[in-house]
């Protein structure tokens, strides 16, 4: 069963947008935090924003201003608007769900569901 399932990435110039979408099953839409996580091959996957059952938001100071965090309660998805992209938001994106996110960004233990991830490639 699939219980995170993401989609929109894609490649970009940088100053460009994209905007994730992630489809959550049932089971975890409206119980759990929702958030976007991003990894780098060979580093070590970062929170990049969140959005709890309260609609509270949080982003890392890196996307601050130029992610948004947003979910359509009627399709059950969450996305991620994401504009100026430059070269180091190139990352593959995973969606991510959490028990509790607390107005903060969960902490990599803290979650408990992850979706298979989408890339996105942005060029300079």
């Known amino acids: 069963q699939v219980l995170l399932e993401e989609s929109g990435g894609g490649s970009v110039q940088s100053g460009g947008s994209l905007r994730l979408s992630c489809v959550a099953s049932?089971?975890?839409?409206?119980?759990?935090?929702l958030a976007w996580f991003r990894q780098v091959a060979g580093q070590k996957r970062e929170g990049v924003a969140s959005?709890?059952?309260?609609?509270?938001?949080s982003y890392s100071d890196s996307v601050k201003g130029r992610f948004t965090i947003s979910q359509d309660n009627a399709k059950r998805t969450l996305f991620l608007e994401m504009n100026n992209l430059k070269p180091e938001d190139t990352a593959m994106y995973y969606c991510?769900?959490?028990?509790?996110?607390?107005?903060?960004?969960?902490?990599?233990?803290?979650?408990?569901?992850w979706g298979q991830g989408t890339q996105v490639n942005v060029s300079s």
């Open positions: 959005i709890d059952t309260d609609l509270s938001t």
């Open positions: 049932e089971y975890i839409y409206g119980s759990y935090c």
């Open positions: 991510a769900s959490a028990p509790v996110c607390g107005a903060q960004l969960p902490p990599l233990i803290a979650v408990a569901y």
